[in-house]
């Protein structure tokens, strides 16, 4: 399967482009390529006809692409951003990935659009949004618009809504608390290994998050549609778990 992973030298994507140990071809798409690995191709989502193009001869698209930004951060410059790539750019790869008869659309969404409800209540799998700021609306809005492509042109869609990654190999969390939702990284990759291929019809919105003891993320829907199965509980490997909030520190301030 030749898969497409959009902002392939963000955080994530470099993870994914790194340890992604299937048969898949990856197309590794960003604005700003890596010049030393030959999978990478020149990807604006915000310009449509260079997402058309990069479109061409895709079975899969794993977006993961996004206005770097994240948390309750305002103000018309940023929010104008958010907009312009999470919105419009979802937008013309929906588009291109209609166009060119794409098999499977996985969307990276965002456990921030289910921020509204409080804990201790329990959050199911495809809960109503209740975003919490900007970011989290672009990423409703982004959902909204995969139904409709999904329900409108009979495309295989997956919204996944995830939490922060973390590499648990970073010297940081040995000494830091981890946020409960919070998923390691392999876990992270086996949702969107398995989102490629489980067997869909239409869109589903479908929550992943680590387990942890503290865990009010329902997992149940992964479980049954994906097959997804946490393989790491950062307790058990010694890990402290602090709360839903907890502050993020500077990880590349760190070795």
Not at 90 to 116: C, H, P, W, Y
Request: hydrophobic share 35%.
């Amino acid at each position: 399967m030749r898969v497409l992973i959009t902002g392939a030298a963000g955080y994530v994507g470099r993870y994914f482009a790194r340890h992604w140990q299937t048969n898949d071809e990856l197309i590794l798409g960003d604005i700003h390529p890596a010049r030393n690995d030959s999978r990478f191709i020149p990807l604006d989502i915000t310009d449509s006809k260079q997402t058309r193009a990069a479109l061409q001869g895709i079975d899969a698209v794993v977006h993961l692409a996004k206005q770097a930004d994240e948390g309750p951060m305002e103000g018309d410059e940023l929010n104008g951003k958010r907009f312009d790539v999470n919105v419009k750019g979802t937008f013309n790869l929906l588009e291109a990935a209609r166009d060119a008869n794409v098999k499977r659309f996985v969307f990276t969404s965002s456990i921030m659009t289910v921020q509204g409800y409080q804990a201790p209540q329990q959050v199911e799998s495809d809960a109503e949004p209740r975003p919490v700021g900007s970011y989290a609306l672009t990423k409703q809005l982004c959902e909204v618009m995969c139904a409709h492509y999904a329900r409108e042109y009979g495309m295989s869609i997956v919204c996944l809504r995830i939490p922060k990654p973390i590499d648990l190999e970073h010297p940081l969390w040995k000494t830091h608390p981890l946020r409960p939702q919070w998923v390691p990284f392999p876990d992270l990759m086996q949702a969107y290994q398995k989102s490629l291929r489980a067997p869909i019809d239409g869109c589903e919105v479908i929550t992943i998050v680590g387990e942890s003891s503290k865990r009010r993320w329902d997992l149940k829907k992964a479980q049954e549609i994906l097959g997804y199965q946490p393989t790491m509980l950062p307790e058990e490997l010694g890990f402290q778990l602090g709360s839903e909030d907890e502050p993020i520190p500077d990880e590349s301030a760190y070795s």
